[in-house]
């Protein structure tokens, strides 16, 4: 049976690189299955797909030639052979994300591809459902969290660290606002599962969260 960490996060809680950073830790690989979503978002965009058009969008989930694969432990998106791991991250991409995850046969593409991944590898799986949705059984389960304020401290500074201009009252509106749409969306909202372990990260860096959590999979693992 291979091993499987599943991480929940609120936005901004703690980013892709800690996940990375833990999977590293402990030899495993790290999904970011945002990077997958925003990947079909990018597929329906390519298209002129409306985001709003579930038929249509469904249709594009279902035959978009999608694939990720690992260069020096890191992973990459595919989409028609052509690596867009960088394209994905746009803003554009990331609202389109938001609106077409919401659509069952968009989820259920990738919760296949999910399961695929985790029979295969061990993992350490990053994303909302996880957890209580796709890797019900798995071997830790942590949800993360931080303040909202802390939240949007550290989104202002990563947008001054790339010499973009931001508000930093306007982030903590908007990671309130978004904190809102994600717990009560219909389809996987954004919830901790019963068991997993809540861990705040509002005063903890990546290195702390990283033995953190490395203790709790090892003491799980010392009691089984
Ligand atoms: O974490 P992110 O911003 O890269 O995620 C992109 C979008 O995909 C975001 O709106 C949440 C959604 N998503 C999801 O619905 N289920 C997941 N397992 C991961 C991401």
Redesign the pocket.
């Known amino acids: 049976m291979n091993q499987v960490i599943t991480i929940g996060r609120e936005f901004g809680s703690g980013g892709r690189e800690f996940g990375h950073k833990l999977a590293q830790e402990l030899g495993f690989v790290y999904i970011d ?3 997958m ?2 990947t079909l978002a990018l597929a329906c965009l390519k298209k002129g797909i409306d985001t709003d058009d579930e038929n249509a969008v469904s249709e594009a989930a279902q035959s978009a030639a999608l694939d990720i694969r690992y260069i020096d432990g890191v992973q990459h998106m595919y989409l028609d052979e052509e690596d867009v791991s960088i394209q994905i991250r746009t803003e554009q991409v ?1 609202k389109a ?2 609106d077409t ?1 919401k659509y069952q046969q968009v989820r259920e593409r990738l919760v296949d591809l999910q399961r695929e991944l985790s029979q295969k590898y061990d993992v350490v799986m990053d ?4 957890g209580t949705v796709v890797l019900p059984d798995a071997d830790l389960k942590v949800f993360m969290t931080a303040s909202a304020q802390v939240r949007a401290q550290r989104r202002y500074k990563e947008y001054l660290e790339k010499g973009i201009e931001a508000d930093l009252g306007q982030i903590l509106k908007d990671i309130e606002e978004r904190d809102y749409n994600d717990s009560h969306r219909e389809n ?1 909202p954004l919830v901790q599962a019963e068991d997993a372990v809540l861990l705040d990260t509002s005063y903890m860096n990546i290195d702390e969260v990283t033995r953190k959590i490395t203790e709790l999979f090892n003491a799980k693992a010392g009691s089984e």
């Open positions: 299955t945002g990077a979503y925003r990331s994300a938001s995850s994303g909302r459902d996880i996987s």
